[in-house]
């Protein structure tokens, strides 16, 4: 199957840098994907809200309250304000054997400038949160993902993933886009796989919700298995058992060290 040949490629387990290297450093600043590209991922992970002037940031939650020294709804902030904002300190405070000095201050990043830094150093899997809330995030991914030649005819295949939550617009980039990667997330227990597999080359489910005969009718069916969110070796070990073909994890060093091990 074509959709399978290029990740099941040498059998080889992805991992995928959740948030950025987020069990180390502050999820979603430069630092935790620097460490996430040093510690080797395949992926750095990247949550995407919308600001209200329309800029794309990395950012987990609809509220800047618990990453950042702020208040409010990212869509009642300008992308001015956020980068006021302090987006490290919070991880130092609840993280203090992980804390550094360094992580004091660090900014919210946009996508562009994370694009920028990275290039083609780094692949990146983007996930849309909320699209529909935010109408036109769809549109600016596309965009942005064009105008830095990530997406479009020529370009590497996989160099780009998309995920969602939200068929509909997982749907839509399908139709503008049929190359590029998409991945439906979801409580394995409500997807229907022979849907899915109409407008994405896999599915993304939730490690507690999914079982063995889930990634073997998935597989059947032509669908790559990327599971989220796992961060213990045990997991680990029984998901690469089960041929899993990628982890969201925070600890990337740690899957990479379990996958070299065997
Ligand atoms: O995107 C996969 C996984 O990250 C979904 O959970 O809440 O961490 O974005 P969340
Ligand atoms: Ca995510």
Redesign the pocket.
């Known amino acids: 199957n074509n959709k399978l040949e290029h990740k099941l490629k040498d059998d080889h387990l992805m991992v995928i840098a ?2 950025g290297a987020s069990g180390y450093a502050p999820e979603h600043t430069m630092a935790a994907y620097e460490l996430a590209k040093k510690q080797g991922a395949d992926y750095i ?1 990247i ?1 995407l809200q919308m600001t209200k002037d329309g800029d794309l940031i990395a950012m ?1 939650d609809d509220t800047v309250d618990r990453t950042t020294n702020g208040h409010g709804q990212v869509k009642a902030l300008t992308l001015k304000k956020i980068k006021q904002l302090d987006a490290g300190s919070w991880f130092n405070k609840a993280n203090p054997d992980q804390a550094k000095a360094s992580y004091k201050g660090l900014k919210v990043p946009t996508l562009e400038e994370i694009i920028r830094h990275f290039g083609n150093s780094v692949n990146y899997y983007i ?1 849309m949160k909320k699209p529909q809330e935010y109408g036109k995030m769809n549109q600016s991914l596309l965009d942005i993902l064009k105008k830095h030649h990530l997406i479009g005819s020529g370009e590497k295949k996989g160099h780009v993933i998309i ?1 969602s939550f939200d068929a509909d617009s997982l749907k839509s980039i399908h139709r503008e886009f049929p190359e590029v990667e998409t991945i439906q ?1 979801g409580d394995a227990s409500k997807m229907s796989l022979s849907t899915i597999k109409n407008y994405a080359v896999g599915v ?1 489910p939730d490690v507690t919700t999914m079982n063995r005969a889930f990634i073997k009718r998935a597989h059947e069916l032509g669908l790559v298995v990327h599971v ?2 796992v961060n213990d070796r045990e997991t680990m070990e029984e998901l690469k058992r089960w041929q899993v073909d990628a982890v ?1 994890t925070n600890y990337d060093d740690q899957a990479r060290a379990m996958i070299e091990a065997q």
């Open positions: 959740h948030r992970e949550d987990h996930e995920e997330l993304g989220w969110t969201f």
